[in-house]
T-cell receptor, first 117, second 113 residues
């Protein structure tokens, strides 16, 4: 069964420091996509970063990078130089790929990140 | 470029009443999704549309939930009658095709009393 596991319910980080949010996944699909979304208290899910299962290099988007270790089935999010505005819930998600190719996103339970000034 | 628009943002109703949520996707996005998010959990897919066709509604509780996307653009999700357990956030997302990145709207927070 396809599953996303986020083992850290809550994390604290000091402003300007880096933080890693953990994500492991389980799938037997040969092709899939991995996403991270940010959900502030306002409720909107904000897309942060994407990693394809066949991508050779780790994805980066500004201060966000995805540490993709395919053999370990992990897709950790690294936020560098944390800012107060980074305080939010973070969700790791996997998109079903081939052969089903439904586009369905399977989400983890989320990690709440608090940035301390 | 405008993002995904949802209305209302908040809704409070009494149990057994009907309720409807509206979503307008990003312009040009042919794929539209409705997700349900319970408190403290990640969203779960309810239904997916490709243009006006519901191609995956296996997770939609069809006894009380219905959805439509008549012209392949905006969509409405309805619950009739609402139950206490339906209190949650209903998120709409859209993408450019199934492989595209899904962009979410702000959600509708439903409280059933």
């Amino acid at each position: 069964a396809q599953k996303i596991t986020q083992t850290q319910p809550g994390m604290f980080v000091q402003e300007k420091e880096a933080v890693t949010l953990d994500c492991t996944y389980d799938t037997s699909d040969p092709s899939y996509g991995l996403f991270w979304y940010k959900q502030p208290s306002s409720g909107e899910m904000i897309f942060l970063i994407y990693q394809g299962s066949y991508d050779q290099q780790n994805a980066t988007e500004g201060r966000y990078s995805l540490n993709f270790q395919k053999a370990r089935k992990s897709a950790n999010l690294v936020i560098s130089a944390s800012q107060l505005g980074d305080s939010a819930m973070y969700f790791c998600a996997m998109r079903e790929g081939l052969p089903r190719n439904t586009g369905k996103l399977i989400f983890g339970q989320g990690t709440t990140l608090q940035v301390k000034p | 470029e405008a993002g995904v628009v949802q209305s209302p943002r908040y809704k409070i109703i009494e149990k057994k009443q009907p309720v409807a949520f509206w979503c307008n996707p990003i312009s040009g996005h042919n794929t539209l999704y409705w997700y349900l998010q319970n408190l403290g959990q990640g969203p779960e897919l309810l239904i997916r549309y490709e243009n006006e066709e519901a191609v995956d509604d296996s997770q939609l509780p069809k006894d009380r939930f219905s959805a439509e996307r008549l012209k392949g653009v905006d969509s409405t999700l309805k619950i009739q009658p609402a139950e206490l357990g339906d209190s949650a956030v209903y998120l709409c997302a859209s993408s450019l095709g199934t492989p595209g990145t899904q962009y979410f709207g702000p959600g509708t927070r439903l409280l059933v009393l």
